[in-house]
């Protein structure tokens, strides 16, 4: 069974601060994914990581994947408060038989940047 | 052009009950994929439809159902509540389903 673990789960920093939020999965996987949602709404795409040293940068947001630690990290450079929000990583892998594509997610990490 | 699209926006129920609920995937995406999000934990797979037959299903029971009809809209039945079905529930679409997903707005339901 696949399981995919985040952390941490809460994360409160500073404005201008950085930090990492990590991702660790058990199996091989397809992609990756990055989300975020913000308090009562749905799931924004934020990043999907297809290789191993993959490295994406939006604005002050940069993941990396690492395939054969089966490991990805989020980076936040110069905290803002408009970033606050809970980040998801979910990864993507094909399942057998009527091979449909499941994400699997973590449990997601809770930002708060304070001013 | 409209993205991922579900009704209701929020709706209550009580145990025993049966409930529907819609969605409509961004135009020309022939995947719909369910989710369930309980407060506090990262979305759960539950169904993926593609050219209207079920391709995967979760670790769901017997009480949740979905079908996706010819215009590649979906619904998800969930019959017999219980207390432990509210949750947030996502639509997802993608183009075959082997792409990124786009999720919709999501339905709150909250089973009383």
Not at chain 1, 31 to 52: A, C, H, I, T
Request: with cysteine; proline share 4%; charged share 20%.
């Amino acid at each position: 069974e696949l399981k995919v673990e985040q952390n941490p789960l809460f994360l409160s920093m500073q404005e201008g601060k950085n930090y990492t939020i990590y991702c660790n999965y058990s199996t091989t996987s397809d992609r990756l994914y990055w989300y975020r949602q913000d308090p009562g709404k749905s799931l924004e795409s934020l990043f999907v990581l297809l290789s191993n040293g993959a490295v994406k940068q939006e604005g002050r947001l940069m993941a990396s994947l690492d395939t054969k630690a089966r490991l990805s990290t989020l980076h936040i450079t110069a905290a803002v408060h408009d970033l606050s929000a809970t980040y998801f990583c979910a990864v993507d892998m094909k399942h057998s038989g009527a091979g449909s594509y499941q994400l699997t997610f973590g449990k997601g990490t809770k930002l708060s940047v304070i001013p | 052009d409209a993205g991922v699209t579900q009704s209701p926006t929020h709706l209550i129920k009580t145990r025993g009950q049966h409930v529907t609920l819609r969605c409509s995937p961004i135009s020309g995406h022939k995947s719909v994929s369910w989710y369930q999000q309980v407060l506090g934990q990262g979305p759960q797979f539950i169904f993926q439809y593609y050219e209207k037959e079920e391709r995967g299903r979760g670790n769901f029971p017997d009480r949740f159902s979905a079908r996706q009809f010819p215009n590649y809209s979906s619904e998800l039945n969930v019959n017999a509540l219980l207390l432990g079905d509210s949750a947030l529930y996502l639509c997802a679409s993608s183009w075959t389903g082997e792409e990124t997903q786009y999720f919709g707005p999501g339905t709150r339901l909250l089973v009383l």
